[in-house]
């Protein structure tokens, strides 16, 4: 593997690259939706905060993950400050999983990230429903949350392989 | 039981308040601030609203940036896509060239009526023009399918304002900033277009399915049973949300839904048509309103003149038909007084041929039965060559016949 020189710039961007990554995906959605699969799409950034959270990455800053969910909200058109209350509604529940856990476990942290993430789904969905008067498909949201839940573990295992990065 | 509560409150407030060496704000100051800007949202609230103004004008920029490596394997993936397609698309195409040509004439015709009816009901009084504008951001969300353009205030564009590609219709603008604006397309969930369908001129409301096409949500009268297959959907004005006469897309009937299939592609938009109201000046107002009227003017007589440059064109291709029609009239009647002529030589033929067998029939009778008819001294009988005579010998074969 490549040894990365803690002094150096590349090794300084690299320890940002989550928030770096993030703030790429808000800005032009790492969803694979122009493969025209129906129904198919997933939210990466969900993904990502999660994951961090539960790690308590100290470069992971929170008013960082706040901002980007302003960016979100813009791109999508979402009335703003939604994704963004989602993404800290996801530090907290993570933080809270990370606090209580002695002993991390994958499969329980993905089923945790399960019901995270349909919990903010719902959250997101009512908000857009009742307050806004937005029509949406609520197939959308499900099949949405059921790709997000399958990609949990393939991407966990992608993280895993930067952490050991920065730990060399 | 009493530790593994405290355990569960201090886990729930060290998520909530506690900061990390790192951290500047805890997770609660920002879920607060986050839900103060949803209800200053909610409200309309005017620092959020320049607030979200600044924030789209930034992102919108930055977004089309971004996006340059993800378009450009998108791009590739859809070149390779046309490529494998290519010789069934070009065969497709020249079967619906075919088919355009032989429609072009009549279409012509309508185009020229249509003009001339939009004038009258004066869709043209209001001076408007289109603009081009480049798509910058066509992300799909899988929620909302909108699409954001490089104009925006500055380029007189308004909420509302209708959105082309080439002449169809593709959406409206629900969100406008300096130089960027939103377009919500046809196709999302929340879009409703009050449109005519043609033939039978059915009313009907169309909003989209959330994927790439648009459904029939509801018809004046529930007329959905006289709506047919391959029918055309224009604006119909209503509202005044959306000009009226701009074709929207085809009907497709399924077993559930009656969908429209949009006539443009919204996942290949790249430039689009921003229809902007022009603004007079009062100073030069009535020059303007004679230049304007001028050019009305002109604009009829062009049309007039393509009009009757169209009739023309149909007149000659009458006039030869006519005359085509007239020669072929002719021949036939010809045609007809021949076969008259054969069927009285035939009949005449047949007639003699009728004579003949007759005569030769009696010739036959008249040798075995001549003694029995002839009349003698001692026979009462028929003198020979009479009309009574033949009779009897014809009676006579009869007779003996059956």
């Given amino acids: 593997m490549i040894k990365l020189n803690k002094s150096n710039y590349f090794y300084k961007i690299y320890t940002w690259l989550p928030i770096i990554i993030l703030y790429l995906s808000v800005l032009n959605e790492y969803d694979l939706n122009y493969l025209n699969i129906e129904y198919f799409s997933f939210n990466f950034p969900l993904i990502l905060i999660f994951y961090f959270s539960v790690k308590g990455y100290l470069n992971f800053d929170y008013l960082l993950v706040f901002f980007a969910g302003l960016i979100n909200d813009t791109v999508i058109g979402f009335p703003l400050g939604l994704s963004s209350l989602s993404y800290m509604l996801i530090c907290i529940f993570a933080s809270y999983l990370r606090n209580m856990t002695i002993r ?65 | 039981m009493a530790s593994s509560r405290d355990d569960f409150i201090i886990a729930i407030r060290s998520a909530f308040l506690k900061k990390s060496t790192k951290q500047k704000f805890s997770l609660l100051t920002l879920v607060l601030v986050s839900i103060v800007i949803i209800i200053l949202s909610n409200l309309d609230f005017k620092v959020i609203r320049y607030l979200k103004i600044g924030i789209n004008e930034i992102v919108y920029r930055s977004t089309f940036f971004v996006s340059v490596p993800e378009n450009f394997i998108k791009n590739s ?26 429609e072009n004439i009549s279409n012509e015709i309508l185009k020229s009526e249509n003009i001339e009816l939009k004038e009258l009901i004066e869709d043209y009084t209001l001076t408007k023009n289109k603009i081009l504008a480049k798509v910058i951001v066509d992300h799909k969300s899988p929620f909302l399918r909108t699409i954001i353009i490089n104009k925006g205030t500055a380029d007189r564009i308004k909420i509302g304002t209708n959105i082309f590609d080439k002449s169809y219709l593709v959406g409206r603008v629900i969100e406008v ?90 996942t290949q938009l790249k430039y689009v048509f921003a229809e902007v109201e022009l603004e007079i000046k009062s100073d030069t107002d009535d020059q303007v309103k004679l230049t304007t009227q001028t050019n009305t003017e002109k ?104």
């Fill in chain 2, 177 to 266: 900033n300096y130089k960027s604006s939103r377009v919500l397309l046809l196709s999302d969930l929340n879009s409703n277009v009050p449109v005519s369908i043609i033939p039978g001129n059915i009313q009907a409301i169309i909003t989209g399915d959330g994927v790439n096409s648009g459904k029939i949500k509801y018809t004046k009268d529930n007329l959905n049973e006289s709506i047919k297959k391959q029918s055309i959907a224009y604006t119909s004005g209503t509202g005044s949300i959306f000009k009226s006469g701009i074709p929207v897309g085809k009907v497709s009937i399924t077993e559930k839904d009656i969908l429209i299939n949009f006539y443009s592609d919204y």
């Fill in chain 2, 299 to 402: 604009i009829k007589i062009n049309l007039l003149n393509e009009e009757l440059d169209i009739l023309n064109d149909s007149n000659v291709k009458l006039i030869e038909k006519n005359s085509y029609l007239n020669s072929e009239k002719n021949l036939l009647n010809q045609k007809i007084i021949d076969l008259q002529n054969q069927i009285l030589i035939q009949e005449n033929k047949v007639k003699q041929n009728n004579i003949n067998q007759e005569e030769l029939e009696f010739l036959r009778l008249n040798l075995l039965y001549s003694s029995k008819c002839q009349k003698s001294t001692f026979k009462k009988g028929y003198r020979v060559g009479t009309k009574e005579y033949k009779d009897c010998i014809f009676r006579r074969g009869k007779n003996i016949n059956d």
């Fill in chain 1, 104 to 168: 991390p476990h994958l499969i329980k942290d993905w089923f945790y990230f399960l019901f995270v993430i349909s919990l903010i789904n719902s959250i997101n969905f009512s908000v857009l429903f009742i307050f806004f008067s937005y029509d949406l498909d609520i197939m959308f949201y499900i099949i949405n949350n059921l790709f997000t839940f399958l990609f949990y573990i393939p991407l966990n295992f992608m993280f895993n392989y930067y952490f050991k990065a920065i730990d060399d």
């Fill in chain 2, 77 to 102: 993936y859809f070149s390779v896509q046309q490529y494998s397609n290519f010789y069934e698309d070009y065969k497709k195409k020249i079967a619906e060239l075919k088919k355009l040509k032989s």
